[in-house]
C-alpha cells in the first residue's frame, strides 16, 4: 500500500460550522504533513507533525487545529473558517524523521468551501 | 526570505518537442532541491537532488543541479500528452522546510 488516503474528497461549511479533516497511510512513514494550496498557487506548509510529534507549525491560524493520534492518521480540525480559508487541503507523508531529504508522498486532498 | 522561482510559468509545445523547464532558488540552509509533478491534485515525485553536476534521469524526465549558481533544470524529451501537468519545484532546508515554487504550467498538444 503506497497510498495516503484523505477524506473527505470535498467539503462545504459555513463559518460556524465544526468539521474535521482526515489523512491515513499504511505504510510506515513517521512524518506527515499539512499543506494548504490555493488556485494556481503552489502548496504552502502548515504542520509537520514527526513521531507522532508537532514540530513545525508554521504560524497558522488556531482556527485550524492539527492532531496526530497515533503513526498512521492525521486529522485537521477545523473551526469557525473565513471564505478566505477555502483551497485544497493536502495530506503528505516521509519515511523518516521530517527533513527536507524526504520524498513526500501526497494523498489527493480535499478541496474545501466555506460559505 | 526564502523563495524558490520558475520559469516559464505557462508552456504550450507540440508532442515530441523536448522541453526545459527552469528552477532557482534562495533558500536558507539548503539540503535539497525536488521536483514534483501534479496533474489533478496529488503532486508526485520525480527527483531529489543534492549534488551539484549529477543528473538524474527516469526514462525521458532528467534533471540537474548548480548549487553555485543556485539553479536546477527538468529536461523532458519526446514529450507525450501525458505529460501535460504542473511541475513543481522545491528546495529543501535544514530546518526540514520544504518551500515550492509557483510551478511551471505544461501543456502537451497532440
Known amino acids: 500500500d503506497t497510498e495516503v488516503t484523505q477524506t473527505p474528497k470535498h467539503l462545504v461549511m459555513g463559518m460556524t460550522n465544526k468539521k474535521s479533516l482526515k489523512c491515513e497511510q499504511h505504510?510506515?512513514?513517521?512524518?506527515m504533513y499539512w499543506y494548504k494550496q490555493k488556485a494556481k498557487k503552489p502548496p504552502e506548509l502548515m504542520f509537520v507533525?514527526?513521531?507522532?510529534?508537532?514540530?513545525i507549525n508554521e504560524s497558522v491560524p488556531s482556527r485550524f487545529s492539527p492532531e496526530c493520534p497515533n503513526s498512521s492518521l492525521l486529522n485537521l480540525h477545523l473551526h469557525a473558517l473565513q471564505p478566505e480559508d477555502s483551497a485544497l487541503y493536502l495530506c503528505?507523508?516521509?519515511?523518516?524523521?521530517?527533513?527536507?531529504?524526504?520524498?513526500?508522498?501526497f494523498g489527493s486532498g480535499t478541496q474545501l468551501s466555506v460559505l | 526570505e526564502d523563495k524558490v522561482v520558475q520559469s516559464p510559468l505557462s508552456l504550450v509545445v507540440h508532442e515530441g518537442d523536448t522541453v526545459t523547464l527552469n528552477c532557482s532558488y534562495e533558500?536558507?540552509?539548503?539540503?535539497?532541491l525536488l521536483w514534483y509533478k501534479q496533474e489533478k491534485k496529488a503532486p508526485t515525485f520525480l527527483f531529489m537532488l543534492?549534488?551539484?553536476?549529477i543528473e538524474k534521469k527516469s526514462g525521458r524526465l532528467s534533471s540537474i543541479l548548480d548549487k553555485k549558481e543556485l539553479f536546477s533544470i527538468l529536461n523532458i524529451t519526446a514529450t507525450q500528452t501525458g505529460d501535460s501537468a504542473v511541475y513543481l519545484c522545491?528546495?529543501?532546508?535544514?530546518?526540514?522546510?520544504?518551500?515550492f515554487g509557483p510551478g511551471t504550467s505544461l501543456s502537451v498538444i497532440p
Open positions: 522545491a528546495g529543501g532546508t535544514s530546518y526540514d522546510k520544504v518551500i
Open positions: 505504510m510506515g512513514h513517521r512524518a
Open positions: 533558500v536558507t540552509n539548503f539540503r535539497s
Open positions: 507533525y514527526s513521531y507522532e510529534k508537532l514540530s
Open positions: 503528505a507523508s516521509s519515511q523518516g524523521r521530517a527533513t527536507a531529504n524526504e520524498k513526500l508522498f
Open positions: 543534492t549534488s551539484s553536476g
